[in-house]
């Protein structure tokens, strides 16, 4: 089946330095890729949606500037969580679409667990 | 190892019948479990959740039923619509992180 890796899949950091979370489609391309921010035991929230070769697409209340991200390629996208805060410490969580199946449904990842000091 | 696991790919109901997705998982650790209803071409939204503590949470025309003895549980709906044709996705958290574990998902067809 589709998997989606993510990297790192936990990083502490200090407050006012960038961290950079990658998300891998191994198997196949994606045309698409979502971001999103968890809390403990609360629901996914929905940060971006990147399309390759063009911006990401924002949800409101999430800040553009602060949360970079990257489509570059079919396989691979990055975010960029800027000048980290501790409230910024959460569960990213990438998932890949892979248009044209039969579900068309998206590949999570595993999640990278943030911690900023 | 999937911890989280959709055994069935698709299902397919008539319009005003029930809805049955089924969810399995493995880690007795997990104690919150949610669905999520995903329509193609974007994210995944929130449907449903239930605590460990409970073996039933009910929603208008969603219940999701817990048996944590079979680590089992399942997204009922009823009567299906077919706005509710999407894909839905099984997830689970606990231990210290708290983070999700998806499923693959289901595909539900909900036929007029």
């Known amino acids: 089946g589709a998997v989606v890796s993510q990297h790192p899949s936990w990083v502490i950091c200090k407050s006012g330095t960038s961290v950079k979370i990658e998300c891998r489609s191994l198997?196949?391309?994606?045309?698409?890729m979502f971001w999103y921010r968890q809390f403990p035991k609360q629901s996914l929230m929905l940060m971006a949606t990147?399309?390759?070769?063009?911006?990401?697409?924002?949800e409101q209340g999430v800040e553009k500037d602060k949360f970079l991200i990257n489509h570059a390629s079919l396989t691979l996208s990055t975010l960029t969580v800027t000048s980290a805060h501790p409230e910024d410490s959460s569960f990213y969580i990438c998932s890949a679409h892979e248009g044209g199946s039969w579900q068309e449904t998206q590949y999570f990842g595993p999640g990278t667990r943030l911690l900023v000091l | 190892d999937q911890q989280v696991k959709q055994n069935s790919p698709s299902l397919s109901v008539q319009e005003g019948r029930i809805s049955i997705l089924n969810c399995d998982y493995t880690?007795?650790?997990?104690?919150?479990f949610l669905w999520y209803k995903k329509y193609p071409a974007e994210g995944p939204t929130f449907l449903i959740s239930i605590s460990s503590i409970k073996d039933k949470n009910e929603d208008g025309r969603f219940t999701v039923f817990l048996n944590k003895s079979a680590k089992h549980l399942s997204l009922h709906i009823v009567p299906s619509q077919p706005g509710d044709s999407a894909v839905y996705f099984c997830?689970?958290?606990?231990?210290?992180?708290?983070?999700?574990?998806f499923g693959k998902g289901t595909k539900l067809s909900v036929k007029p």
């Open positions: 880690n007795s650790m997990f104690d919150y």
């Open positions: 198997d196949f391309q994606a045309t698409t």
């Open positions: 990147s399309n390759e070769g063009s911006k990401a697409t924002y």
């Open positions: 997830a689970a958290s606990g231990g210290s992180q708290g983070n999700l574990i």
